[in-house]
């Protein structure tokens, strides 16, 4: 009984923390105020 | 104290066995997605092209024409597809600019490409265009999906704004990585003037001398299999002013050259896949294949220290979660009683 516990607990967790991960996603970022670019940077 | 450890380990095997799979096959699809503020740049020459002289209406030849290619990633305007067609969405809004040796403008060509950010395929909410014409995409453009597959793919031309197969053609090493290697020809198509041409010369003026464009070109690109980003491109392209009315005159050659990718751009934009591809390779192999062996490891463990554990309990007697064994008699005890006599 213990034992189905403890494995139950484990699965929990897991997907609790793949849930969390995912319902938080990666960050969306912003639009970058760079602009379109008409010429070529120069070679480094 | 030794039960106790096992049920611990038991449930960290539990916990890593079951993120396994669900980091490869939950986590992964709707973590791996292409950024919606995405801002990059690509810079491409063709060294001893030619090029029309639009005040001649004559070819030349030129030491050098440079692309310069920017891909920005337009927030706002994904929210606003998210919304209204529910999937996650990346909207790009780009500019091909084209200069010659001098710096001058040849030709620019913006473009407004909405695609799916997981999988890639386009999706077709409104506002798409190729230079200012509504188009309908169909296939990938810039970038493969994530975990490119060893087939051909459909690849949307922006000059003749179709789609048609880009063809799979084996894997190559490109500085240090195993890519896949495209290739697209486009046969001789009569493609739209672009809008914005050098010297005031407008499409319509070229139009009223009795010229029209046609265009071929030979794609090459060279794909990180696990971003489906392209670590290197390449273009043989040829395009022409052809007379309408006046098949006896020659065509006059508006562009040709081999376009390839600045040294510079090669370098950063491998160094930016090769960090990219490990955030890919974590949640679609080490991750779950790591977290997999550990779990595996640790069951086993718990198992071996509950298999010990047992029959020292039942040797010393402890009833407690041995499933009710009888109790065994101490040797000692047994002799004594043997010595005792029996009848």
Same mark, same amino acid.
């Given at each position: 009984m213990r034992a189905l516990v403890a494995a139950a607990a484990g699965l929990a967790a897991a997907l609790a923390l793949v849930l969390t991960v995912t319902a938080i996603g990666p960050p969306e970022g912003e639009t970058s105020p760079k602009p379109l670019l008409t010429s070529a940077p120069a070679h480094p | 104290m030794r039960r106790r450890a096992s049920l611990v380990l038991l449930a960290v095997a539990v916990f890593l066995a079951a993120l396994a799979p669900l980091l490869r096959w939950y986590a992964y699809p709707r973590l791996a997605r292409v950024p919606a503020g995405t801002y990059q740049t690509a810079v491409l020459e063709a060294k001893d092209a030619t090029l029309v002289d639009y005040a001649r209406m004559e070819p030349r030849t030129v030491p050098k024409v440079t692309l310069v290619q920017t891909l920005k990633g337009n927030v706002e305007e994904a929210r606003k597809v998210r919304r209204a067609t529910g999937r996650d969405v990346v909207v790009w809004d780009t500019l091909t600019h084209m200069t010659g040796p001098d710096g001058a403008m040849i030709s620019k060509i913006p473009e407004r490409y909405v695609f799916d950010a997981h999988g890639q395929q386009p999706v077709h909410? =409104? =506002?798409?265009?190729?230079d200012g014409t509504p188009v309908r995409r169909d296939g990938i453009e810039y970038k493969w999906p994530f975990l490119v597959e060893k087939r051909d793919y459909r690849y949307f031309d922006m000059q003749t704004r179709t789609s048609a197969p880009i063809h799979y053609r084996g894997t190559r090493s490109f500085r240090g990585l195993d890519v896949y290697y495209f290739e697209q020809t486009v046969p001789w198509t009569r493609v739209p003037f672009p809008k914005t041409l050098p010297l005031g010369v407008t499409p319509e003026a070229l139009r009223q001398l009795g010229l029209e464009r046609w265009y071929t070109t030979r794609r090459m690109f060279w794909v990180d299999p696990v971003t489906g980003a392209p670590v290197n491109g390449e273009e043989i392209h040829r395009e022409e002013l052809r007379w309408t009315d006046r098949p006896e005159k020659q065509p006059v050659t508006a562009f040709a050259g081999h376009v390839k990718m600045r040294a510079d751009y090669v370098d950063s934009t491998v160094a930016l896949v090769t960090s990219q591809r490990r955030l890919v390779l974590l949640l679609t192999s080490w991750l779950p294949w790591g977290s997999a062996g550990l779990g595996a490891a640790l069951a086993a463990l718990a198992l071996y220290l509950e298999a010990r554990a047992r029959p020292r309990r039942a040797f010393t007697g402890q009833k407690a979660h041995d499933g009710g064994k009888t109790e065994r008699q101490a040797p000692g005890k047994r002799a004594a009683r043997s010595r005792g006599g029996s009848p």
């Open positions: - | 909410a =409104g =506002g798409e265009h190729v």
